[in-house]
């Protein structure tokens, strides 16, 4: 399927409104202005400098199937025993193919005011404040999304209140033939001094070349803290289009954890608007790759107010003839006096036919401010390894020792004890298990 035609489908698929709508999301003129959005942005190229090393191949030669309804009765429980977090005591919701399973979501009682839940049964009172956030922005994949989103989760956190256990969103992908696409919708509202920690988890279960298409919008009032932690672990056929906006309130405190694991091609837009002072945000990330896949993270935080602190940490394994991307942009306005901004890249590269493209990125118009940016891309320090094999290590602990270093400056940042130690088990057994240890 050409650019093209996705294009001309899109303009016949205002049938698949009726659908979508009769499970209970209601927002056609939504749903139209998005494929209107479409049909002026069309699919970008790499001659578009935002894609310049992304080609949406993979994407567009794919056939292009909504996916409106799912079977989650053929999916029993231990699809869910298997897969990460699993055995924490989590309130859960599970969606497969972007549609929620009652039978396998477990939510406990809330605190007053506390909702978790998912959107469609929570229409007609959020549709007002689904894209307030996200559908200003030019990105076709949000355009694709305000049209054909069918459900995804919704977390509303009242004034003062905490959740009293954290949340697992679970997205499970049956791709059961090739072109399937799930278009997800998440919104996340922590008023006033609200807190919480948020697990969002992407597997695929069958092995077609299926596309994801996921829209989180997140707002955080004043003083709330919310730590969000998202796993990307999809098949090796699947394609991944992810994008997160956050607007953060004074003295909040936002930490976004991203683990990409997954998926032949794998695309995360982040925006973080800081805009009023004393914000701290943190964006942590590590991406794997091997084979022929491709990783890229586009990411804007946005300085609009003083004293406020972000920090960019990401760091990238390739091997085989895999692909990274890597573009931070960090704005500074005139007005965010203080600023205190680190953005931070760095790649290890396991074979000679890897590629990383990095791109850190300062734009400041603000005297006092103190902002750093930097990325590094190299192989394992063999100066190390021979300092270890002088102190009795062999050569096969040394890289060993030094991979999970690397690894482990990403996953250390996770406050939840016991989340943080399964996924370095994870991404620990992924090493030893795809990549080039020996």
Known sequence: MSSTTVIDWAKGAAHAFTEIEQRGISMLPFRHSGITRFQETGLPTTKDEDWRFTSLKPFIELPFEIVIESDSQTIDQSAIGDIAFSQHDTDRLVFVDGNISSELSQVSEQSEGVIVSNLASASPAIENKIGNLSSEDQNPFIALNDAFFTDGAWIHIPANSTLSKPVHIVFLHTAIKAGQASHIRNLIIAETNAKGTIIESHITLGQAAASTNVVTETQLGDGSN???????????????????????????????????L???????????????????CTLNGLYMTRA???????????????????????????????????????????????????????????????????????????DDVKCTHGATIGELDNEAIFYMRARGLDAQTARRMLMHGFTGEIVERIQQNAIRDELNELVWSRLENEHHLN
Request: proline share 2%.
């Open 262 to 280: 997954g998926a032949q091609l794998s695309r995360n837009n982040l925006r973080m608007d800081l805009t009023k002072p004393g914000i701290e």
């Open 292 to 366: 022929r896949q491709l990783a890229d993270h586009h990411m804007i935080v946005n300085h609009a107010a003083p004293h406020c602190d972000s920090h960019e940490y990401f760091n990238g394994i390739l091997d085989d003839q895999s692909r990274g991307v890597f573009h931070g942009r960090i704005l500074v306005d005139s007005e965010a006096q203080k600023t205190d901004a680190k953005q931070t890249n760095k790649n290890l590269i396991l074979s000679d036919n890897a590629t990383i493209n990095t791109k850190p990125q300062l734009e400041i118009y603000a």
């Open 226 to 260: 919310i730590e969000h932690i998202k796993l990307q672990d999809q098949s090796s056929l699947a394609i991944h289009f992810a994008s997160l906006h956050s607007k953060l309130g004074g003295n909040s405190c936002y930490a976004f954890h991203s683990f990409a």
